[in-house]
């Protein structure tokens, strides 16, 4: 026999025990000759179910979050009777729920067993209460329903990262989540479309105002997705019904393998202990006070037209791609920010149209970076769980704390130049790139302090059966030793 078809008889072998997966031994998939193959089938099964579904769920997400401004256009103001100071509260009281609620979420999210239920759950109820908008009649109730679409909202971005990070490895977690993002980078180049197809055709339609109906039918589209994301969401890797039980160990091998030790709380590790060790981590509160400085900087986000959304969201995937690939995580977050400095700088320099066109250009694309962030705190918090769990909601929580400075830093009275917002996201941008420089070198010292723990902790037949396998190999016992490294943070 050939060895073409030798090969050709093991790639039958393998797709016939990977296609009886439910026959198999829980461990059986770990087996050397089908390990491979049956961990791409498992991470492409997770493709095709885990991120479609939440990409959908995050355009509407901020499809739903934004729906106010498009209502506007069509007599939200006049006929709720709000002045323009009412009408900026209702914008910004979301966020007065959506901040503070991130926490808990994650931090519920993490101790139960059903993240399957509890995000299709919350999905339904902003979706339900974002149509309920649409039946305000006064200020009072147009600010309680913003107030209560937010809490739900508050699950859904910290939540999916999570639950990224509780299927993808180090190496496949960037770029995934770069997917995911691209999801809102999509909605602010085609939400405003839909927004504009429903408020020009809806007018008068059953005596109903067209801004009514775009809660309305905005909303109803969100209940049907959160109903049929029931069924698509995995849970965790121990418990997802529709895994086999051999998939289920290797999904919980591999991470296990990717960190040095098993993605799983023990007893002792509660959610309160879990926000605690988060909060008495320094990188944290840097991670947080980062973010909101980033999301400042990058404030302009409700006032761009589509092309410049559907460059950054081809730019954010690949730059993600290529984070995974190198494991790299500072500049690939840090470079996109100094295009946006380099974009405002063109912006308070010249009137020329040209030139102002390229520096939206380099603008949208800054999003890369905080497409990465959620990301990177993952890398950096990594167990356990509930830790990671605690510091994702955190830093994503306050972060957007960002998002509310930037509704009153970008005022209609400072345009059309709008120079002094431009300054404030120059100097927002230049904070963040300092506080991620510190960010840096605390990892770089931690890898260096594993470096000495595991040399010191390496004696005795340890040391010595390292030493015979760089004499048989023909290499140096620093080499041997770098195939033997553990677990080390990415930056």
Same mark, same amino acid.
């Given at each position: 026999?050939?060895?073409?078809?030798?090969?050709?008889?093991?790639?039958?072998?393998?797709?016939?025990?990977? %296609? %009886? /997966?439910?026959?198999?031994?829980?461990?059986?998939?770990? +087996?050397?000759?089908?390990?491979?193959?049956?961990?791409?089938?498992?991470?492409?099964?997770?493709?095709?179910?885990?991120?479609? /579904?939440? *990409?959908?769920?995050?355009?509407?997400?901020?499809?739903?979050?934004?729906?106010?401004?498009?209502?506007?256009?069509?007599?939200?103001?006049?006929?709720?009777?709000?002045?323009?100071?009412?009408?900026?509260? *209702?914008?910004?009281?979301?966020?007065?729920?959506?901040?503070?609620?991130?926490?808990?979420?994650?931090?519920?999210?993490?101790?139960? !067993?059903?993240?399957?239920?509890?995000?299709?759950?919350? *999905?339904?109820?902003?979706?339900?209460?974002?149509?309920?908008? =649409?039946?305000?009649?006064?200020?009072?109730?147009?600010?309680?329903?913003?107030?209560?679409?937010?809490?739900?909202?508050?699950?859904?971005?910290?939540?999916?990262?999570?639950?990224?990070?509780?299927?993808? !490895?180090?190496?496949?977690?960037?770029?995934?989540?770069?997917?995911?993002?691209?999801?809102?980078?999509?909605?602010?180049?085609?939400?405003?479309?839909?927004? +504009?197809?429903?408020?020009?055709?809806?007018?008068?339609?059953?005596?109903?105002?067209?801004?009514?109906?775009?809660?309305? &039918?905005?909303?109803?589209?969100?209940?049907?997705?959160?109903?049929?994301?029931?069924?698509?969401?995995?849970?965790?890797?121990?418990?997802?019904?529709?895994?086999?039980?051999?998939?289920?160990?290797?999904?919980?091998?591999?991470?296990?393998?990717?960190?040095?030790?098993?993605?799983?709380?023990?007893?002792?590790?509660? @959610?309160?202990?879990?926000?605690?060790?988060?909060?008495?981590?320094?990188?944290?509160?840097?991670?947080?006070?980062?973010?909101?400085?980033?999301?400042?900087?990058?404030?302009?986000?409700?006032?761009?037209?589509?092309?410049?959304? &559907?460059?950054?969201?081809?730019?954010?995937?690949?730059?993600? $791609?290529?984070?995974?690939?190198?494991?790299?995580?500072?500049?690939?977050?840090?470079?996109? $920010?100094?295009?946006? &400095?380099? =974009?405002?700088?063109?912006?308070?320099?010249?009137?020329?149209?040209?030139?102002?066109?390229?520096?939206?250009?380099?603008?949208?694309?800054?999003?890369?970076?905080?497409?990465?962030?959620?990301? $990177?705190?993952?890398?950096?918090?990594?167990?356990?769980? @509930?830790?990671?769990?605690?510091?994702?909601?955190? *830093?994503?929580?306050?972060?957007?704390? =960002?998002?509310?400075?930037?509704?009153?830093?970008?005022?209609?009275? $400072?345009?059309?130049?709008?120079?002094? %917002?431009?300054?404030?996201?120059?100097?927002?941008?230049?904070?963040?790139?300092?506080?991620?420089?510190?960010?840096?070198?605390?990892?770089?010292?931690?890898?260096?302090?594993?470096?000495?723990?595991?040399?010191?902790?390496?004696?005795?037949?340890?040391?010595?059966?390292?030493?015979?396998?760089?004499?048989?190999? =023909?290499?140096?016992?620093?080499?041997?030793?770098?195939?033997?490294?553990?677990?080390?943070?990415?930056?």
């Amino acid at each position: 026999m050939s060895l073409r078809e030798k090969e050709e008889v093991s790639v039958q072998h393998v797709e016939r025990r990977l %296609s %009886s /997966t439910e026959s198999l031994d829980d461990g059986e998939l770990l +087996a050397s000759d089908v390990r491979a193959a049956a961990e791409r089938r498992l991470v492409r099964t997770l493709d095709w179910r885990l991120l479609p /579904t939440i *990409v959908l769920i995050f355009i509407m997400n901020y499809i739903d979050r934004t729906a106010v401004s498009a209502a506007r256009l069509k007599g939200l103001e006049q006929d709720l009777g709000l002045s323009d100071i009412q009408y900026s509260t *209702v914008l910004a009281v979301l966020y007065a729920s959506y901040v503070p609620a991130q926490i808990p979420s994650n931090m519920i999210l993490n101790r139960i !067993t059903r993240p399957s239920y509890y995000v299709p759950v919350c *999905v339904m109820l902003w979706g339900l209460t974002s149509a309920l908008t =649409g039946v305000t009649n006064s200020y009072g109730g147009i600010l309680a329903a913003r107030i209560f679409v937010g809490i739900p909202e508050a699950a859904f971005y910290p939540g999916a990262i999570y639950l990224l990070s509780r299927w993808y !490895t180090r190496k496949e977690l960037a770029f995934r989540s770069a997917i995911l993002y691209g999801g809102l980078l999509i909605s602010n180049a085609f939400g405003s479309l839909m927004a +504009a197809g429903i408020l020009s055709r809806m007018e008068g339609k059953m005596g109903i105002r067209a801004w009514r109906w775009l809660f309305y &039918i905005e909303g109803a589209i969100t209940v049907t997705i959160g109903i049929f994301a029931i069924f698509a969401l995995p849970d965790y890797p121990h418990n997802t019904r529709w895994l086999s039980p051999a998939q289920r160990r290797l999904a919980q091998v591999r991470l296990a393998e990717d960190a040095g030790e098993a993605d799983e709380d023990v007893a002792t590790d509660s @959610a309160m202990k879990g926000l605690i060790m988060a909060l008495k981590d320094p990188k944290v509160p840097i991670f947080a006070v980062m973010t909101c400085s980033q999301l400042l900087g990058l404030g302009f986000v409700n006032f761009f037209p589509t092309p410049p959304w &559907i460059l950054a969201t081809i730019v954010c995937c690949a730059s993600a $791609w290529h984070a995974d690939r190198t494991g790299e995580r500072f500049f690939h977050i840090t470079v996109p $920010w100094w295009g946006v &400095i380099i =974009g405002y700088i063109i912006g308070v320099s010249t009137f020329s149209v040209g030139g102002r066109y390229v520096a939206m250009f380099l603008m949208a694309c800054g999003y890369c970076g905080f497409a990465l962030t959620a990301v $990177w705190v993952s890398n950096a918090v990594p167990r356990p769980p @509930a830790k990671r769990a605690a510091a994702i909601g955190i *830093v994503n929580g306050f972060g957007n704390i =960002g998002n509310l400075i930037a509704s009153y830093v970008w005022k209609a009275e $400072w345009g059309p130049d709008y120079h002094p %917002s431009m300054y404030i996201g120059i100097a927002a941008l230049g904070l963040a790139t300092l506080l991620a420089v510190v960010i840096r070198c605390m990892l770089v010292n931690q890898n260096k302090r594993l470096e000495l723990e595991e040399l010191a902790n390496l004696s005795g037949a340890k040391r010595e059966r390292i030493e015979d396998a760089a004499r048989l190999e =023909g290499i140096t016992f620093e080499e041997a030793l770098k195939r033997k490294k553990g677990f080390r943070y990415l930056y």
